[in-house]
Each structure stands twice: as structure tokens, then as C-alpha cells.
């Protein structure tokens, strides 16, 4: 079955610098990968997602890259703010499927003022 | 935003007490599901439904149970709440087709058990 790595477990970064967290993944299968964003007390929201037919997706200042031979992906946070500051999870499965979801184990960024 | 709810948010019992985590959503989605988090933690699927009167254990081991009779409606229970069972749930709902890869959180449910 699918196994999703996560590095690091915590990233403290000053702010106004970028930060990124990167995962790998063994099902070469797989063909969707989304990154969860959780702030304190609440539950995780979908920040970004890629399909396996793209290499790189943007949104302001969050990228994701995908790297398919390497089976690793990987979340860039530019220019990062305070609010920035959380628990960021990566995530697997082949898509549009009855396949669950299979988490990395978490990234705690921490926003250095 | 999403339209999933979970009551209560905050709960002290203790051991030994039955206890029920609802869990409702307005989406319409067929597909639900509950997570246990220890805070900041990793994420461990325990239960989850496709569609109604259709409920599946997940990949971590849990002494709760769960139903579903309705769409929008996914409880669930532990019979008798043990100081291991201290832990945030999590209820988490997705649709089908292209949309339903989003996987959409409520906000929690941190239950303590004394």
C-alpha cells in the first residue's frame, strides 16, 4: 500500500524568508497529492493541491512541485507571515477513487518574528 | 468555507462513561469520516462511511463505533470512556467525482477522559 513520508517534523523560518516542506510517496500509482494546512484548534483545510499531469502548481505565495520519477513532492511557502505559522500535512491516493487519503505525519512551521 | 459540524467541541468525563461525538454536515456529501489527532499530531483514520448504512473501520484500531442512517448525520460512540481515549476527533466529509477529492474538516471534538 501507499506510504507517504514527511520532512521535517518542525521548520522555524524567519519571517519574510521561504519555507519548504517536502514528501515522499511509494505507489507510483498515485496520481493526487494535496497539502492541508492546520491552525491551532481547528480542523485541516486544503491550502493546494497537484495532479500527477503537472509539475508545478501556484497560489500567491504557496507552490507545490511534484517530482514523479523521484516520487516526492514538495510545498513552498514564500515571503512567510505570521499567520503562516501551523501544522502542514501532505497527503496521497489515486484520484477520483474510493482509495483513502494516506497523510504524512505533519510538519509544525514555526514563523520567527 | 465548510458546512460540517461537531458537538461538543470541549468534554470531561469519566472512566467508564458512554459518551457520543455528533457529527452533521450540509453538503450533501456521500462519503464521511472520523480521525483521531493528538494535538499537532499525525492524522489516524478510524472510521468512515460511503454512503448511508455503509460504515468501515480505518487503518488505526479504536474501541468507538459508529452509524449511519443519515447522509448528513455520522456519530460516534464509545461505550465506555477510558483515560486512552483522551484525544481530539476529528469528522471530516467528502462529494464525488472530480470534487470529491477535497476532504472537508470540522473543527474538532477534544475529549478528556478522568
Known amino acids: 500500500g501507499e506510504n507517504v513520508e514527511q520532512h521535517p517534523s518542525t521548520l522555524s523560518v524567519q519571517e519574510g524568508d521561504s519555507a519548504v516542506i517536502k514528501c515522499t510517496y511509494s505507489?507510483?500509482?498515485?496520481?493526487?497529492f494535496p497539502w492541508y494546512k492546520q491552525e491551532l484548534g481547528k480542523g485541516p483545510q486544503l491550502i493546494i493541491d497537484i495532479r500527477s499531469n503537472v509539475g508545478e502548481k501556484k497560489d500567491q505565495r504557496i507552490a507545490v512541485t511534484l517530482n514523479k520519477t523521484a516520487k516526492h513532492f514538495s510545498l513552498h511557502i514564500t515571503e512567510t507571515q505570521p499567520e503562516d505559522s501551523a501544522v502542514y500535512f501532505c497527503?496521497?491516493?489515486?484520484?477520483?477513487?474510493?482509495?483513502?487519503?494516506?497523510w504524512g505525519a505533519g510538519t509544525k512551521l514555526i514563523i520567527k518574528p | 468555507e465548510a458546512d460540517i459540524y461537531q458537538t461538543p467541541r470541549y468534554l470531561v468525563i469519566g472512566t467508564g462513561k458512554k459518551i457520543t461525538l455528533e457529527c452533521s454536515q450540509t453538503?450533501?456529501?456521500?462519503?464521511m469520516y472520523w480521525y483521531q489527532q493528538d494535538p499537532g499530531m499525525e492524522l489516524h483514520l478510524i472510521h468512515y462511511?460511503?454512503?448511508?448504512?455503509?460504515?468501515e473501520k480505518g487503518d488505526l484500531s479504536s474501541e468507538s463505533t459508529v452509524s449511519r442512517i443519515r447522509t448528513e448525520h455520522f456519530p460516534l460512540t464509545l461505550e465506555s470512556a477510558r483515560p486512552s481515549h483522551t484525544s481530539q476527533y476529528l469528522c471530516?466529509?467528502?462529494?464525488?467525482?472530480?470534487?470529491?477529492?477535497?476532504?472537508?474538516f470540522g473543527e474538532g471534538s477534544w475529549l478528556t477522559v478522568v
Open positions: 505507489d507510483s500509482a498515485s496520481n493526487y
Open positions: 453538503m450533501g456529501h456521500d462519503k
Open positions: 497527503a496521497a491516493r489515486l484520484m477520483d477513487s474510493n482509495y483513502q487519503l494516506i
Open positions: 462511511s460511503y454512503g448511508v448504512n455503509s460504515t
Open positions: 471530516a466529509s467528502s462529494g464525488t467525482g472530480g470534487s470529491g477529492n477535497t476532504i472537508y
